[in-house]
């Protein structure tokens, strides 16, 4: 063991590459996507180090060329959870007791290798996998995923050389240790980086962790693995699950080692794990920490004093980057009648320059959707505001799942500010406008501030500073990441921790110190130097 205070500097955030024609970069990317589609893969659970193959399989397709094959993954259930969970107990004692540096030594190796040599590996499997664009894939699947695993590395010193007070004759300390026993981490599709995160920030802490990864994002996050294998990563630390909702949940979930869940996702599976782990509560070795993300129906709002340039370009972006499929996407919008004119305007004028397609093609600046499921859930609520009297669609709304799931940038106009794409979480390419009196302003912030049981991320838009400390403070409760004079999307690490509050999550804030604090257990140490050796006190005489 080495005899010395380590000391980690404080990261800079990863600079993103551009991509652009005529550069090294975009040059090596497209030859990584072409040698990647050139080869169908297996993808194998991965536990304690080694690889299982079930032979129950899943076709992993590109959601924009759905008859392509990308790979075969072989799908977990309760024989393998049992095996994940064994594996995890024996790394449990040596990864905690192993010191901190050695541990954020790993995590900053990974980063760099994605940084460097596996760049194009990770940003092509997202494109391909979960069709992203290269700008997509880039600032999160190379850029945001790095900026985790370093940051959350050195968030880690500054969180452990936090002490309490010691006053003369005792020596008062905090030792922060990992969890007793698992945590289930479980990820979504849309951000690999969020994927890494998920079981990274707990590994990061000293716990051990069962990662099920979402079935349409098996192919990045596999390769993430096999990244973190080569960093350094101790075998059974991390154990990769691929597998399906309640195959792998279910008995994750019902062993008494469960100390944390991890969660980004939908609502609804949140609210079903967390009652499971209320109904199981009695079984368990301890208290189970709970920390989730799940979605958002986050709001524009602009003030007649706003610029309408300025807030259509924020909308064009935040509604429709990633297809609309990030927690954090616009999809309702609040715009006064004097402004609406040349916010339509320049929206018509803009999204008619967008085209749509295979994300191979560089040109496009949309993807496809990442199923069918989700392109049905979609062109359903297109479909709706078609039928409707209080609502029309006045830009887009075309729709083609013949070879991939392309869905075209939308815009709903309502006469309704609860039409059902108001209030609803569609998770896609799809924004609703409801145009106020400017009379109405007060009115109209109150029914913002009210409409959706989610507060994930909102924006505001106004020249005028008073009305904006206004606006500021009457939707306080209704965003846990708020902008003010920019799109709601593209929270940054180290920059805006992210994370909302309402039904949007438990608001624990990924990219940022009190995050780590959720993954340790606090043990407070008084020693006494030289103890007491008569029992009485002096008012006692």
Request: charged share 20%; proline share 6%; aromatic share 12%.
């Amino acid at each position: 063991m080495s005899i010395a205070k380590f000391h980690l500097r404080e990261p800079k955030n990863e600079p993103y590459l551009s991509y652009a024609p005529g550069t090294p970069e975009r040059e090596a990317l497209q030859a990584e996507l072409k040698r990647l589609k050139s080869q169908t893969i297996e993808i194998p659970a991965i536990i304690g180090g080694k690889e299982f193959k079930t032979g129950n399989t899943y076709d992993v397709v590109c959601p924009h060329n759905h008859g392509h094959v990308l790979a075969k993954a072989h799908l977990c259930g309760e024989k393998e959870v049992a095996m994940a969970i064994d594996a995890s107990k024996k790394a449990q004692k040596d990864w905690a007791d192993l010191p901190w540096e050695e541990r954020a030594a790993v995590f900053n190796k990974a980063a760099d290798l994605i940084a460097g040599r596996y760049r194009n590996l990770m940003n092509a499997s997202t494109m391909l996998g979960q069709s992203k664009t290269a700008q997509q894939a880039e600032i999160e699947a190379a850029g945001e995923l790095c900026d985790f695993f370093r940051f959350n590395s050195w968030y880690y010193q500054r969180l452990i050389e936090d002490q309490p007070y010691s006053p003369d004759g005792m020596w008062n300390r905090v030792e922060y240790r990992p969890l007793e026993g698992f945590v289930f981490g479980v990820s979504p599709f849309n951000f690999t980086a969020i994927a890494g995160n998920i079981p990274g920030a707990p590994a990061l802490c000293g716990n051990v962790v069962l990662w099920k990864p979402s079935p349409t994002a098996f192919y990045s996050n596999y390769f993430l693995m096999t990244i973190l294998q080569e960093a350094g990563l101790p075998d059974g630390v991390i154990n990769f699950l691929p597998g399906m909702g309640a195959d792998v949940g279910d008995p994750a979930l019902a062993s008494p080692d469960l100390s944390g869940l991890h969660f980004t996702g939908s609502a609804g599976t949140f609210h079903h794990l967390w009652k499971t782990i209320g109904n199981n509560i009695e079984t368990y070795k301890t208290y189970p920490r709970i920390v989730g993300e799940t979605g958002g129906k986050d709001f524009i709002f602009a003030h007649e004093s706003a610029d309408p340039v300025v807030i259509a370009t924020a909308a064009i972006r935040a509604a429709y980057e990633y297809q609309g499929q990030k927690c954090s996407a616009a999809s309702r919008m609040y715009v006064p009648q004097s402004l609406w004119s040349d916010t339509r305007a320049h929206l018509e004028q803009e999204i008619a320059k967008i085209t749509v397609g295979d994300v191979e093609d560089f040109s496009h600046f949309m993807g496809a959707v990442i199923d069918k499921k989700a392109f049905d859930k979609i062109t359903g609520y297109i479909d709706k505001a078609r039928q409707a009297s209080d609502a029309e669609v006045i830009i887009g709304g075309d729709a083609d799942d013949s070879v991939g799931y392309f869905v075209h940038p939308t815009v709903i106009l309502t006469t309704n500010p609860h039409f059902v794409t108001m209030e609803e979480e569609i998770f896609g390419p799809v924004l609703t406008v409801y145009v106020y009196e400017d009379a109405k302003f007060e009115e109209t912030l109150d029914i913002c501030e009210s409409t959706s049981s989610y507060a994930l991320t909102g924006a505001i838009f106004a020249r005028d500073r008073h009305v904006l400390k206004h606006m500021a403070d009457k939707l306080r409760q209704a965003a846990g990441n708020f902008y003010i004079n920019d799109k709601p999307t593209a929270a940054v690490v180290n920059q805006q921790p992210f994370g909302g509050s309402r039904k949007s999550g438990t608001n624990d804030k990924a990219g940022s110190i009190p995050h780590l604090y959720r993954w340790l257990s606090m043990r407070s140490m008084k020693e006494t130097t030289d103890p007491p050796t008569d029992w009485t006190y002096p008012y006692m005489g």
